[in-house]
């Protein structure tokens, strides 16, 4: 399996991320220009882990975003269906879990937080994952997802769909060691929804309070959420 389809099968998606795993985090810095190592530092900043917190990274991959995240004390867990994601990271010295987003392997009100950064959008049914990943945080813990998203400017749009995607495709492809796996990772941006679709969809799993922060030009972003605490109803914020 050299690449998945964009009916997103589990097995194929979990297959493709294991064919490209040794070279994933290397080809994400040269296709995003260095980007990531940005994004992936404003997010820990949304996400605010503090020492004493646990917090699930979930699609988490090599756990190069768990090692950020655990920096201020917080005991943070790398998720993923990818075995091979996670043994090239076992050098990071973090925990890490095999999972499914679907049928997370963790008993309820686990986690103070939940992350995910670029991996949502590989997952089978988003609002069924965003509903489970709901299940094991707290009363009153947080949400919070990085993902590509749409430029807000017109012409940037333009060009981000025209020139820069496909520049970046290409990057990853000579960087990777699964180059074809790039093209379902491309046509998986054009087809993930915008800022406010995406917003839309985590309200509608029952997360509150959810808003977003736009980066470099709407390419990426921040969407944050609060899970309703123990005694408010589960529509008061949304």
Known sequence: MSRASLDKDPREVAAMFDGVAAGYDRANSVMTFGFDR?????????LEARRGEAVLDLAAGTGVSTKEYSRGGAYCVAA???????RNGRQRGVPMVAADALRLPFADESFDAATISFGIRN?????????EIA???????RLVICEVSTPTFPPIRFLY?????????????RASS???AYGYLAESML??????????????????????????FGVVAIHRARKPAADSSVNSDA
């Open 38 to 46: 940005r994004w992936r530092i404003t997010t820990a900043r949304v």
């Open 80 to 86: 993923d269906f990818s075995l091979e994601m996670l």
């Open 123 to 131: 997952f089978v049914d988003t609002k069924a994952a965003l509903t």
């Open 135 to 141: 299940r094991v945080v707290k009363p009153g813990g």
């Open 161 to 173: 769909r025209k020139v820069i995607l496909r520049a970046m495709t290409w990057l990853g492809r």
């Open 178 to 180: 699964n180059p074809d």
């Open 191 to 216: 087809t993930w929804p915008d800022q406010r679709a995406l917003g839309e969809i985590i309200a509608s799993a029952g997360w509150t309070k959810v808003e977003w922060l736009n980066l470099t």
